[in-house]
């Protein structure tokens, strides 16, 4: 039983990283631009530091980390969020949301919302050009202030 548990987390794990690798290499197919773009923050790296960049000078790479960004708004890897738990009576935008009520969020609507992102259906890196905390830091932060939604819409 410990085993297949344990087989389950590790393809949760890796099933979700390879859709997202498979999503945004589809993506950048169709995008020679953003190739360009990409290759060229890492030709200015090698060429700057003589060596291959590592995991730890991710910073010096923010037009990648943009183009990952809106790989991951774009294409989401699941069509809802955790389910949440009204704390208490709430009105939304005319909706009574009664306390203890489960709330399920949908990560495409929220990801092509042209309120939040303009031209929502596009794939445009730049957009988040001026997001340079990773998106671990902007998961844990304020709901206005995140990037995407992937990794959690309230608490």
């Known amino acids: 039983l410990l085993a297949l548990c344990l087989g389950d987390i590790i393809f949760a794990g890796t099933d979700t990283t390879a859709l997202t690798t498979t999503w945004l290499l589809a993506?950048?197919?169709?995008?020679?631009?953003?190739?360009?773009?990409?290759?060229?923050?890492?030709?200015?790296f090698v060429a700057k530091n003589g060596r291959l960049p590592l995991y730890s000078d991710r910073e010096s790479f923010p037009y990648l980390a943009a183009t990952q960004k809106e790989g991951l708004r774009l294409r989401s890897i699941t069509?809802?969020?955790?389910?949440?738990?009204?704390s208490e009576d709430i009105n939304l935008r005319g909706y009574h949301v009664p306390k203890n009520a489960i709330l399920i969020g949908s990560l495409d609507a929220m990801h092509t919302d042209p309120l939040r992102y303009a031209n929502p259906e596009k794939f445009i890196p730049e957009r988040f050009?001026?997001?340079?905390?990773?998106?671990?830091?902007?998961?844990?932060?304020?709901?206005?202030?995140?990037?995407?939604?992937?990794?959690?819409?309230?608490?």
Request: glycine fraction near 10%; hydrophobic fraction near 30%; proline fraction near 6%.
């Open 27 to 44: 993506i950048l197919s169709n995008y020679p631009d953003v190739q360009r773009k990409i290759q060229a923050e890492i030709d200015d």
């Open 79 to 86: 069509e809802f969020g955790v389910p949440h738990e009204a």
């Open 129 to 155: 050009l001026g997001y340079p905390e990773s998106m671990s830091t902007l998961a844990s932060g304020s709901i206005k202030k995140r990037d995407q939604y992937n990794f959690g819409w309230g608490r």
